[in-house]
């Protein structure tokens, strides 16, 4: 759960930086999202970072993990929320989290 959380995290603020330099360079060309939402996603990611950096900071193992299954399912509780997973994300991570139960329904 922690390196998918990281990698998620990771690929958003480099997306958000790439996206800010070529607005800079060529602010026409630019067709973004609607700022509530972009604003929204900004947020959202922050919280998430901050949130694994307590994680992180934790010294008890099992705490940590019942945490960050938290954390997790919350995240892509919020992505499915604001429409930024397709169907196929949307079951991928039903799998991950619930092995035994097999498709969603």
Known sequence: MYIKLRARITAFFLKHEVDRLKAKKNPEKIQNKPDELQSF?????KCL?????HIINLKEMPTKK???KQVYEWFF????????LSKEEIEEEFKFLNPDKGLMT
């Open 66 to 68: 019942k945490q960050l």
């Open 77 to 84: 509780a919020k992505l499915k929320a604001i429409g930024a």
């Open 49 to 53: 970072r901050q949130m694994m950096l």
């Open 41 to 45: 996603a900004f947020e959202l990611f």
